[in-house]
């Protein structure tokens, strides 16, 4: 993940068998086997051809399955699992909408969904204590003076973003502040467009993380006997 050139050349492979086994070995996707709580087991990661994802959990008593993308950042998704990497690689490299829809071959409307859920990503990560906006987005404040930016850098940063938001064709105006988000993240962390990429993945490691403790809890309290319960509390 440290080596994002690897990455997009592992992507662009369309070498899914290689893909699957990257993403889960670096937590990208679950990496700990889900719970069968029928019969009290762990599932097991295991091949299957037809899936366009390739592999599965699966108990291997009960036959119950999960996707790989469970408790991931992925489960919001149902575009084929390679599809979804190449799309958050080229907008890591800050390609246009309508570039990316040609080459993957997805509509524009489930890129911008998979944009708008990147630059969520992107927020959740803005330490937006230390660098808030205007209103309008011409006036940026730093409030913490340990950031120590000031106004003519802000308003350079803000002359290259309008330039940037031009060039993807204008922004719809209710969406002004997630791509504002977006441009401050790859600028607070100094990030190149390539390494946007490790970055975004980075935080999707961080979000599965709470995707799996709400699993764990979900799966705890479904094998919780509620009755036994009972007794307990009368
Ligand atoms: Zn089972």
Redesign the pocket.
Known sequence: MNDPKYLAELINSNNIEDIVNFMKDNDIILNRAPY?N??K?DMKWSKKEMLSDKFLWR?S??G?SKSIRHASFFSQFDIQFVKILKIILYWSLQMCQNEISKLVGVSLVTINRLFQRLRLLCIRDLDKENLSLGGNGEVVESTNPTTKVNTNGIESIWCCGKSLFKKRRGVNRCYLQTYLDEYCWRHNKNLDRIGALGAVLKIIVHLNKSFNEIDFLTETLKSVNMEELKDDLE
């Open positions: 069968c029928k019969w087991k108990c008593t009960c119950e």
